[in-house]
């Protein structure tokens, strides 16, 4: 018996296409929520691991938490490296990754970790790669001066320069954070444009508000990321945008780029580990 073949009709092809995109519109969301869960975790994973590298580095350092910014070698400070905590610049111009990653759990100096919410964009220190994170400088590291003709004969760590945020002491040991578990080592940095490597608390003193606003934390989907002295990762949800942010001039604040980026509280509590 023949069997005639009887086809769609205009309004049953309708109808199957609204179905595929009703299922698309439910099934996209879902997967971006995914996504964005996946990103987090594997960003929180970094945090943690270099949060463990810092006091595996600190334990071996007498206690002494790697050092933020060098200018030099230890015995001579006009050789021309700068050594930054994540990348080492070399006097010829090559950029090799600093000690601190041969601490992480992939074991290797070329292993580097970079936060998968990092915009490519330079990390507001020419010639190093983005790795999208940032480190205290504003309480716990060192962080030398740039070197000058008369420093002849002196070494990197003599630049070392006292820290206004610590009443003049240059950085903290790790036996001197006593709040480790509220105070943050390193975050995702954020800044208008792109990203920075040295955190900054929004009542920076000595530097300047400038350079406060320079040193954010970046808040991609609504949290940033951050990693505590202590070695836990937990995730901010508001960026606080300083408690002198209604008296700063406009210019100032606009670098910020808020609520985009922002910092971890309006004050140093977030910061200073004493």
């Not at 943690?48 to 810092?54: G, K, P, T």
């Not at 111009?93 to 970079?114: C, F, I, K, M």
């Not at 716990?140 to 320069?161: I, K, N, Q, S």
């Not at 995730?235 to 910020?256: E, F, K, N, Q």
Request: aromatic share 8%; with cysteine; proline share 7%.
């Amino acid at each position: 018996m023949d069997v005639k073949r009887r086809a769609f009709t205009m309004l049953e092809m309708m109808t199957v296409l609204v179905v595929i995109a009703v299922l698309a519109g439910l099934l996209f969301p879902a997967l971006q929520l995914t996504s964005t869960a996946s990103t987090r975790t594997h960003c929180r994973a970094n945090l943690r691991q270099l949060a463990r590298a810092a006091t595996q580095y600190a334990i071996g350092h007498g206690g002494r938490l790697p050092p933020g910014l060098l200018y030099g070698t230890d015995a001579d400070a006009l050789s021309g490296d700068v050594r930054s905590w994540d990348w080492w610049r070399r006097p010829d111009g090559t950029v090799q990754a600093g000690p601190l990653w041969a601490l992480t759990d992939r074991g290797s100096e070329v292993a580097v970790l970079r936060c998968p919410t990092a915009p490519e964009t330079p990390a507001s220190w020419e010639g190093d790669p983005v790795t999208g994170y940032n480190y205290n400088v504003a309480f716990v590291a060192a962080e030398a001066r740039p070197p000058t003709a008369g420093d002849a004969g002196l070494g990197a760590w003599e630049l070392v320069v006292g820290k206004p945020n610590l009443e003049g002491l240059k950085e903290l040991t790790l036996a001197q954070c006593r709040t480790a578990g509220t105070a943050a080592l390193f975050g995702t940095g954020g800044r208008r444009g792109g990203v920075n490597k040295f955190m900054r608390s929004p009542v920076n003193a000595g530097s300047g508000y400038d350079t406060a606003y320079a040193g954010g934390q970046s808040f991609p989907g609504g949290g940033s990321n951050v990693g505590w002295i202590d070695g836990h990762v937990s995730t901010c949800r508001t960026p606080s945008r300083g408690i002198h942010w209604d008296a700063l001039p406009t210019w100032l604040t606009d670098s910020l780029d808020w609520p985009n980026n922002g910092f971890l509280c309006d004050d140093a509590s977030a910061y200073d580990p004493r």
